[in-house]
């Protein structure tokens, strides 16, 4: 199972470089150049070893800049410098509270040199405003991969659903795969299925939201034709920010995505897991209201889904498929299973079309 914590000689290496900062900050204390250059290398040490400083290093790296500070107090060159070395380390979107928090800016002037020194970067073209707010930046994206599509392999991935959709669609890498279903209708146990028929072909990691160590051996034991030894793959409890562990070239699982505020961020942190895969792909379940096949989130939740299923529990229905096997279009193609101790799902005949299904269907049957 990989632990994605700081190793101890991670730790050592981040140490060993606020030593060497340290030493230069005091050896060069009348010198702006010198401090500028030591606050450069403070914010590199920094985002080089993030997990490493969160953990044992935080309030060395505040005291190192308060001693900056206090060498250059009132220069507005060293808190630009500061300014440009955070955002040269930065990725994805901050804020300018972000940059004040970090580089320890407490009084008026510091605050008002950085909030100048951001207007600067912008007019030079090395950053961006970005989201809702003027106050949330990034830096441009200027790199580009040239894609080599005349070598791709387009066979597909060799992956199994619970209730044979492989029969329908191909699943490529850097692939989304969204499972909707209402609630206790069996999105955990599509998801655990999912794991089971693939695991010993691929690595899974495996996110857990809203179950603890015992709940989730229990639905694991469900499974009763498997031993616990059986089981290879790698679940960890994540409630956010699924996008800073997703493993970019594996399979992985988030049951489930859960926003309880604002649900048109369910789209964007979708978005935000897709950007982080690469050979790999992310099976994401979530939440959706009774009688409506699409998740909460709404169709922001359809962007970059590549395979679209809604979960009732009774019958599974195909609302998007990207990519199909074969010339026939599976969207809106529904099969009908019966789920065996929260575990087994059992397909009841083939799939079928909404319209064949609404007219094999009495109307008070019909979803």
Not at 152 to 165: N, Q, R, T, V, Y
């Amino acid at each position: 199972m990989t632990d994605f914590k700081t190793t101890s000689a991670e730790l050592d290496k981040v140490q060993d470089e606020l030593t060497e900062i340290e030493a230069t900050v005091r050896d060069y204390r009348k010198d702006d150049q010198e401090q500028a250059k030591a606050m450069q290398r403070l914010y590199t040490a920094f985002a080089n070893g993030l997990e490493a400083v969160k953990e044992d290093n935080m309030g060395r790296v505040l005291a190192i800049v308060d001693m900056i500070r206090e060498n250059t107090f009132g220069h507005r060159g060293i808190v630009n410098e500061a300014v440009k070395a955070f955002i040269s380390q930065s990725k994805g979107e901050f804020s300018y509270r972000d940059i004040c928090n970090t580089l320890h800016l407490t009084n008026k002037t510091d605050k008002n040199n950085a909030s100048k020194a951001l207007s600067r970067e912008i007019e030079k073209g090395y950053l961006i405003r970005t989201g809702k707010r003027n106050d949330i930046f990034r830096r441009p994206e200027t790199e580009m991969v040239l894609m080599d599509w005349k070598k791709a392999d387009i066979s597909g991935i060799d992956i199994k659903f619970p209730l044979g959709e492989e029969e329908l669609v191909k699943i490529f890498q850097k692939n989304i795969i969204v499972i909707a279903g209402g609630r206790n209708h069996g999105k955990t146990a599509y998801c655990l299925d999912f794991t089971r028929l693939n695991m010993n072909q691929h690595d899974v990691y495996y996110f857990v939201n809203d179950m603890g160590e015992e709940e989730f051996r229990y639905r694991i034991e469900l499974f009763d034709d498997l031993k616990q030894g059986d089981w290879n793959f790698n679940p960890f409890a994540l409630e956010r920010n699924w996008e800073d562990q997703i493993r970019p070239d594996d399979i992985n699982i988030v049951d489930f995505l859960k926003v309880t505020e604002d649900f048109s961020l369910v789209g964007h942190a979708i978005e935000k897991i897709h950007r982080q895969l690469d050979k790999g792909v992310c099976l994401i379940a979530l939440q959706k209201p009774y009688g409506r096949d699409i998740g909460v989130g709404g169709e922001f939740t359809l962007d970059v889904a590549r395979l679209y299923l809604s979960l009732d529990f009774d019958r599974i229905k195909v609302v998007k498929a990207k990519n199909w096997k074969g010339h026939d279009n599976p969207c809106d193609k529904i099969r009908e299973f019966k789920l065996v101790n929260g575990s087994k799902f059992i397909p009841q005949g083939d799939w079928a079309s909404q319209e064949a299904y609404d007219q094999l269907k009495p109307r008070w049957e019909r979803r």
